[in-house]
């Protein structure tokens, strides 16, 4: 099966989850989509040796070119790491219940436009929250709104910042998410 990754910062959840399926004989990561020009992303993929596309943005939201690229490369699930637009209505549509995403928090709370990276964390430790952690859920049109998938927590110490809550969610990130593109590969 084929996996492509869309991806706009370091890429660190991409690196794993290619490093999991790189001896797998169930799937692989054979096409990287970004749409930040000199995006970490990108020299993963070339060291990896995977096909890598800067995204036009008028063609995203306007056009079906990447949703063809992504047919004509057989893409069998679409994993979001890292990646901050929104998902036009025609790849949805195309690949429906065949995008994921991942979201350094636990959702509903701390969702939405703007909530990524730091943002996040810093707004969740000026709620006084106890926990955070990750959801991986499925993608629609709005930001950080489908299907529940998975969560995982974390406890938050009074000593936290967002540095520290960071690292902590990136352990639970790194651990879980190609283990859920792996179960969802499966179970297809
Ligand atoms: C992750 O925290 C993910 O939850 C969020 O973007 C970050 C990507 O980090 N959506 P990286 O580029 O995989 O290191």
Redesign the pocket.
Known sequence: KNIAIF?S??????QKIIDHFRNSGLARVTLILSNKAGAGIFNIAEKEQIPAVLIDKEEFFRGDRYVKLLQEKEIDLVVL??FLWKVPSNLVTAFSGRII????ALLPKFGGKGM??HFVHEAVLAAGEKESG?TIHYVNEKYDDGGVILQERCAISPEDTPETLARK??VL?HQWFPLIVERLLTSE
């Not at 995403?101 to 350094?104: A, F, G, L, W």
């Open positions: 991806a910062g370091t890429g660190s959840n991409a790491a890292g995403n991942i979201h350094p990524y990276g990750i969610v990136q990130e």
